[in-house]
């Protein structure tokens, strides 16, 4: 299997520690009006910075509509970013022409929400973890067998024969979810990206996947992007997170940090809101901030969490945009209440 990969300056050591850099990232989508004039914006992303490791594992949480998969779909370069720039390995994403893109996707697998819609229901499981190889450039039919015997049995899909010809309705959740992990595997990518990997299955399962997944990473070095707006699992999978509010990042942290010093209100909202498996809670009220999310076509000046925010500053937090402040080592946060 031969890619094309392309040029790019020699990068410096301190460099070759980024896998993934993200700089003041804009992802904007236009509205129109009856399809023809633009008359405003749905600013999805608004200035995201973030540099993701070698062999790290981050989750980036938030409630729905904050702008996550925005970001996500911006990394797998589904979607042109306005303004900054997207960067893997020192070479340009964001802008990047199909050649590039090609080569570029062949790094990154991608773990989809709904394993059951995301596979093609015409597809036997060994063509569609062939199809992938096939795509790269890969022409030995015998090579490519043995590359999808190797990542069934990763993902302890086995015996292996009897999987290969099962379609995908024939197969459990969990099973299916086992199938798109061994798809975003077969390339051995560098990255892989997981939209809300465990959302759509039953309890007992989500832990063995995120088991599997973890093991994949640390046994391949494998860097991860974990999208979820649940804050219970990101504690067992990954290093640092990142929260999101209304399209830009307002804390970052090392995971064991955030949970039990969070900064942020809007942190605290989410870890208030995560479900409680014991009992004896299940009657206690629990603080939730008033209100809803802002528009992203207009949203408010300021801090933009400030309208359900109980501890605003008046004359400050609805009129000035917080910078990023860092009261405790390698905790960032984005709040007038952490001002120096």
Same mark, same amino acid.
């Given at each position: 299997?031969?890619?094309?990969?392309?040029?790019?300056?020699?990068?410096? $050591?301190?460099?070759?520690?980024? &896998?993934? @850099?993200?700089?003041?990232?804009?992802?904007?989508?236009?509205?129109?009006?009856?399809?023809?004039?633009?008359?405003?914006?749905?600013?999805?992303?608004?200035?995201?910075?973030?540099?993701?490791?070698?062999?790290?594992?981050?989750?980036?949480?938030?409630?729905?509509? %904050?702008?996550?998969?925005?970001? +996500?779909?911006?990394?797998?370069? $589904?979607?042109?970013?306005?303004?900054?720039?997207?960067?893997?390995?020192? =070479?340009?994403?964001?802008?990047? !022409?199909? #050649?590039?893109?090609?080569?570029?996707?062949?790094?990154?697998?991608?773990?989809?929400?709904?394993? /059951?819609?995301?596979?093609?229901?015409? +597809?036997?499981?060994?063509?569609?973890?062939?199809?992938?190889?096939?795509?790269?450039?890969?022409?030995?039919?015998?090579?490519? $067998?043995?590359?999808?015997?190797?990542?069934?049995?990763?993902?302890?899909?086995?015996?292996?024969? !009897?999987?290969?010809?099962?379609?995908?309705?024939? $197969?459990?959740?969990?099973?299916?979810?086992?199938?798109?992990?061994?798809?975003?595997?077969?390339? *051995?990518?560098?990255?892989?990206?997981? !939209?809300?990997?465990?959302?759509?299955?039953?309890?007992?399962?989500?832990?063995?996947?995120?088991?599997?997944?973890?093991?994949?990473?640390?046994?391949?070095?494998?860097?991860?992007? /974990?999208?979820?707006?649940?804050?219970?699992?990101?504690?067992?999978?990954?290093?640092?997170?990142?929260?999101?509010?209304?399209?830009?990042?307002?804390?970052? @942290?090392?995971?064991?940090?955030?949970? =039990?010093?969070?900064?942020?209100?809007?942190?605290?909202?989410? &870890?208030?809101?995560?479900? !409680?498996?014991? #009992?004896? *809670?299940?009657?206690?009220?629990?603080?939730?901030?008033?209100?809803?999310?802002?528009?992203?076509? =207009?949203?408010?000046?300021?801090?933009?969490?400030?309208?359900? %925010?109980?501890?605003?500053?008046?004359?400050?937090?609805?009129?000035?945009?917080?910078?990023?402040?860092?009261?405790?080592?390698?905790?960032?946060?984005? %709040?007038?209440?952490? =001002?120096?």
């Amino acid at each position: 299997m031969v890619l094309e990969v392309p040029t790019t300056i020699e990068p410096t $050591l301190d460099q070759r520690k980024v &896998l993934l @850099s993200i700089r003041n990232l804009h992802v904007w989508y236009e509205l129109r009006r009856f399809g023809f004039g633009i008359v405003g914006y749905v600013r999805a992303v608004d200035d995201v910075s973030f540099d993701l490791h070698r062999g790290e594992a981050i989750a980036v949480v938030g409630e729905s509509g %904050c702008g996550k998969s925005t970001l +996500m779909k911006t990394i797998l370069g $589904l979607v042109r970013p306005r303004e900054g720039s997207v960067t893997f390995e020192g =070479k340009e994403i964001g802008q990047a !022409d199909q #050649a590039t893109l090609k080569w570029y996707r062949s790094q990154v697998g991608y773990i989809q929400q709904d394993p /059951y819609g995301a596979l093609p229901p015409f +597809m036997s499981v060994r063509r569609i973890l062939e199809e992938p190889l096939v795509i790269a450039g890969m022409k030995d039919g015998k090579e490519r $067998l043995e590359r999808i015997h190797r990542v069934m049995e990763e993902v302890k899909l086995y015996p292996v024969e !009897d999987f290969l010809g099962k379609f995908p309705h024939m $197969l459990s959740g969990g099973q299916q979810q086992r199938v798109v992990i061994a798809r975003a595997m077969i390339l *051995n990518p560098k990255l892989i990206v997981a !939209d809300e990997p465990v959302s759509m299955l039953d309890a007992s399962v989500r832990v063995e996947i995120l088991k599997l997944l973890r093991g994949l990473q640390e046994s391949h070095h494998l860097s991860f992007i /974990y999208i979820t707006h649940d804050l219970s699992t990101v504690k067992y999978f990954s290093e640092r997170i990142f929260v999101m509010y209304a399209g830009k990042l307002v804390e970052q @942290s090392p995971i064991g940090e955030l949970l =039990k010093n969070p900064l942020h209100p809007y942190t605290h909202a989410l &870890l208030s809101a995560t479900s !409680d498996p014991d #009992a004896r *809670n299940a009657l206690s009220f629990r603080e939730v901030p008033p209100g809803e999310p802002p528009s992203l076509v =207009k949203p408010p000046p300021g801090c933009r969490f400030h309208p359900r %925010c109980a501890q605003m500053i008046e004359g400050l937090c609805e009129i000035d945009e917080p910078p990023e402040f860092t009261p405790v080592p390698d905790h960032r946060v984005a %709040c007038w209440l952490h =001002k120096e």
